[in-house]
């Protein structure tokens, strides 16, 4: 990727971009509409004002596609009864993971598992290493939206709408898995719960787990729980935690 320095190639850059989110608004929407079962003029504008998003990495930045404006689309959600979208921004657990997995990617043909995957930044990051990722959220349009921002990047992965507390049987089905992401996945005390009873049916034996959070309460009592069939192992760096699952 040209940096940022370069003001004549940060500027044809820009015009790229901005020729592909063009193309990429109208992919979207379609999707979205196909996803939710609506028609495109149903959609909630602030759900198709979509951005780009550069995250610096060392091994090279990643562009995320998000909703521009996350406080208008949640009001707009909100006003019409549906979840807030939490999978519309870049969360820093997300960024934390996407760094580690930078810095210590999975080796080529490992099979990765990503869970509340939101925009994807650890899966588009996992991919591109050559590992098999499939990324999964319980939000069709976070899918939507990952599955854009990987043919963005240039990398390929798959992608699945999967709720835990309903689908953990066919995510199990399709492991097990080399390694499982989570990252900020913990916050409440029924992903909790169904992290703690469906990861041993996910890891492979060898495998192991990364979960990124920043201090929830509910992931104190996942890893307190977890420790009867996963060694543990964590590193807190600033206001992120770490924690690396191994099965006993």
Not at 78 to 96: E, M, Q
Not at 160 to 177: K, M, N, S, V
Request: hydrophobic share 45%; glycine share 10%.
């Amino acid at each position: 990727m040209v940096p940022d320095r370069d003001p004549g190639a940060a500027t044809l850059f820009c015009v790229i971009a901005t020729g592909a989110l063009t193309a990429v608004r109208t992919s979207l929407a379609e999707r979205l509409a196909e996803l939710r079962g609506v028609g495109i003029g149903d959609l909630p504008a602030p759900l198709l004002d979509v951005a780009l998003r550069k995250v610096e990495l060392a091994g090279g930045d990643v562009f995320l596609l998000r909703p521009a404006d996350w406080e208008a689309l949640r009001h707009e959600e909100g006003a019409v009864g549906n979840p807030i979208p939490f999978w519309a921004r870049p969360w820093p657990s997300a960024i934390g993971m996407a760094t580690r997995l930078d810095e210590d990617p999975p080796a080529p043909g490992m099979r990765v598992l990503e869970l509340g995957c939101g925009l994807g930044l650890p899966s588009i990051v996992a991919a591109r290493s050559g590992a098999e990722v499939l990324a999964t959220d319980g939000s069709t349009d976070a899918i939507a939206y990952t599955a854009h921002s990987l043919v963005f990047n240039g990398v390929e992965a798959d992608v699945a709408a999967a709720d835990w507390a309903t689908d953990g049987d066919a995510l199990a089905a399709r492991g097990p898995f080399d390694l499982v992401l989570g990252a900020d996945v913990l916050y409440t005390k029924a992903n909790a719960e169904t992290a703690m009873r469906l990861l041993p049916r996910l890891v492979a034996p060898g495998g192991t787990a990364w979960f990124a959070d920043p201090g929830r309460s509910n992931s104190a009592d996942f890893l307190a729980a977890i420790r009867a069939t996963f060694h543990l192992q964590s590193h807190r760096d600033g206001e992120l935690s770490m924690h690396v699952l191994t099965p006993r």
